[in-house]
């Protein structure tokens, strides 16, 4: 039997407080961000979108700059925005949430006359920009690369390979259909270390696999995301020299969803009598304790535990299953 949650008087004035800053449930568009790199300046882009749900950007590239052989070629963003594209949205240490899509990835980049796959692939997947404050962004997210190869890490994650053409496990071909799902757990949630959860679907085929992972807190970035940091969709393209003329690269991204289940303090993806107990002590205490201590009980994210939070937690405990 679940326990019944009755709000204190205060809840009614709480339920009235506005949340902290911007959440990520909050997103309600997407900013683009063309040509981070630029060794195509003559390309022809070409961007769309369907308020939250679908990004697409096709590019078609004309012969690469030549001074530097060695850059990235030209890379584009579509972040995560609760402005309406205005600005990026800022992630939350202690928040968690989980974004999911389908994703495919088209280009005519195939093979060589000799039958070899073409080494300058397109690449994709969500990105992460860690930042860790004076300039310092760890970079890193779900790394889509066009020749079957898929991972997680950087931006203070954890290596976690989902598949690697170069030790025979290609997991897609390009024009596929593939699905993605990442959820983040703030420190303090699935242990001390602050965790992630990817699943990979390719939906053509029915290959699936789920990974689960760390976050590396030895470095010099916070444990998990920092506050600040920022989530999008990554569009980059082949690196130079280009071999062939007038590539044109696809991505496309679809049945974009974010959700937060912040009450979901054991991870179990169930806001339940476990998650009840847990708030009530931090309930108890009050204020959260100093940082680098977890407080995830503070969901409104303003240093306190109170009726505010209640208020968020009663909600989510009545729906019981996290979105």
Not at 28 to 34: A, I
Not at 95 to 108: E, G, K, T
Not at 133 to 141: A, L, T, V
Request: charged share 15%; glycine share 10%; aromatic share 10%.
């Amino acid at each position: 039997m679940r326990m019944i949650i009755v709000c204190p008087a205060s809840c009614i004035v709480a339920a009235l407080t506005a949340h902290a800053g911007a959440a990520i449930t909050d997103f309600n568009g997407f900013k683009f961000e063309l040509r981070n790199f630029n060794d195509y300046p003559s390309s022809l882009i070409t961007t769309t979108s369907n308020g939250t749900t679908d990004a697409r950007l096709v590019e078609v590239m004309n012969p690469p700059l030549t001074g530097d052989p060695q850059k990235f070629a030209n890379r584009h963003f579509a972040m995560l925005s609760a402005d309406g594209g205005a600005t990026r949205l800022s992630l939350r240490n202690n928040q968690p949430f989980r974004v999911s899509y389908n994703m495919r990835l088209i280009s005519n980049i195939d093979v060589d006359g000799s039958g070899q796959l073409w080494n300058q692939q397109p690449e994709g997947g969500l990105f992460f920009g860690n930042d860790r404050g004076g300039g310092f962004i760890d970079e890193g997210g779900i790394i889509v690369v066009g020749n079957g190869t898929v991972f997680v890490g950087g931006a203070n994650q954890r290596f976690s390979f989902i598949g690697d053409r170069n030790n025979g496990t290609q997991v897609f071909e390009k024009g596929e259909l593939l699905y993605m799902s990442y959820s983040y757990y703030p420190p303090g949630i699935k242990g001390p270390e602050a965790a992630y959860r990817v699943v990979f679907e390719n939906v053509t085929t029915g290959f699936r696999k789920e990974v689960s992972n760390t976050f590396d807190t030895g470095g010099p970035d916070a444990n998990g995301f920092n506050n600040g940091s920022w989530v999008g969709l990554r569009f980059q393209n082949t690196r130079n020299p280009l071999a062939l003329p007038s590539t044109t690269h696809d991505t496309n991204y679809t049945n974009v969803q974010v959700a937060s289940c912040s009450a979901d303090l054991n991870g179990d993806d169930v806001v339940d009598d476990n998650d009840f107990v847990i708030f009530a002590g931090a309930y108890n205490d009050l204020l959260c304790p100093t940082s680098p201590s977890p407080c995830n009980a503070d969901l409104n994210n303003d240093t306190l535990v109170d009726d505010s939070d209640f208020v968020i937690f009663a909600g989510q405990y009545n729906d019981l299953l996290c979105p």
